[in-house]
């Protein structure tokens, strides 16, 4: 009897010690997708939020995206840090995380960074994460949109953590095949227009003969110029500007219109 009644008692401690340490790293109030703008299918946001909570667990930092369809009278930036920071977003105790915000009345859309995501998306992620998702929700494809951003923040993180620069897949392989087409071309012609010269191994040779008469040489010192510019002072952190936002805690991020 006292063996059955001490096992009981440790599974009752096992369970509210998972319930404390639960809590401490679940403040958030809402899912990682919230559509207020119905631009998604109910089957859609299944599928979307799933994805997100898989990468956000994998990575250890929060990927949410929030549509509305006003700002409230707030900057795009304003009301993303505070959805954000109001609601409990953010992953462990530095509360990482980075939230998409799409505003339907002017065609809005801010990207808000907290933490490690200030770092691992810098203001040039940021620009080449626009590029890649825009066209999408320019175009209404809404899922197409929001899945290539959670995949480009998916690699964007794991490349942070393993220290290496972030380049578009895509991009990055018609880059260097056309770079690498044009360079064949262009070099097979420089070629082909050299085939009359030949090595020479003397100065002298590529002079024509009694053409070059040098009597007096002299080397004569004019003068020295020396420039001094101040040191640009940056306001980013690992090429990340930052802002305060009305909770007082420093945010990374960035707004376009689509």
Known sequence: ?????????????????????????????????????????????????SKLERISEEQECEI?????????????????????????????????????????????VAISTYGFAIKAFTDAKQDDMYDEFLPYLSSENYRKAFSTFADLCDEILSQAKAGTPFLSGKRLIVSLGIGVVFALIITGIMKGQLKSVRYQPAAASYVKKDSLNITVSKDLFLYSKLDRRARPKSSS?????????????SHGGSSRKF
């Open 237 to 249: 952190s690992s090429g990340s500007s930052t802002h305060r936002s009305s909770s007082g805690r």
């Open 1 to 49: 009897m006292k063996k059955i009644s001490l096992f009981v008692v440790l599974i009752l401690i096992f369970c509210v010690a998972s319930l404390v340490t639960g809590f401490a790293y679940s403040d958030r109030e809402l899912p990682l997708l919230v559509d207020n703008a119905d631009l998604l299918t109910n089957s859609e946001e299944k599928t979307l939020n």
């Open 64 to 108: 949410a995206i929030v549509t509305v369809y006003s700002l409230d009278g707030k900057t795009a930036n304003e009301y993303a840090d505070d959805f954000f920071d109001y609601n409990g977003y953010g992953y462990g105790d530095n509360d990482d995380g980075i939230l998409l915000l799409v505003s339907m009345e002017d065609r809005d």
